[in-house]
Nanobody, 124 residues
Framework: QLQLVESGGGLVQPGGSLRLSCVAS????????IGWFRQAPGKEREGVSC????????AYADSVKGRFTISRDNAKNTVYLQMNSLKPEDAGIYYC?????????????????WGQGTQVTVSS
């Protein structure tokens, strides 16, 4: 069974940091581009960042550029999202998703497999 599991969410104060992890089971993440998406209450799910299958290419939403970093460790079958200088508007449920195509795009419809999400709350 193909499964993605996110972890690392939680409550953090504005300006703080979190590192999210996305672990795959039942398949090898190295064969997929991986994206991170988030959804705030009452809003559409939006792309945050993605990394290509090789890891050579990454992309970020304008709202997180310079603050978030995506990386992958294929040996651990894990993709990370390091989030620094968090803002209240970064809050939401964060999902990772896998796309078998080599390049990454931040379009929800391109991704075949999704995790259940991890909650990120940014509040003082």
């Amino acid at each position: 069974q193909l499964q993605l599991v996110e972890s690392g969410g939680g409550l953090v104060q504005p300006g703080g940091s979190l590192r999210l992890s996305c672990v795959a089971s039942g398949f090898t993440l190295a064969g997929y581009a991986i994206g991170w998406f988030r959804q705030a209450p009452g809003k559409e799910r939006e792309g945050v960042s993605c990394v290509s299958k090789s890891g050579a290419n990454t992309a970020y939403a304008d709202s997180v550029k310079g603050r978030f970093t995506i990386s992958r460790d294929n040996a651990k079958n894990t993709v990370y999202l390091q989030m620094n200088s968090l803002k209240p508007e970064d809050a939401g449920i964060y999902y990772c998703a896998a796309d078998p195509r080599p390049m990454c795009v931040m379009k929800r419809d391109e991704y075949d497999y999704w995790g259940q999400g991890t909650q990120v709350t940014v509040s003082s």
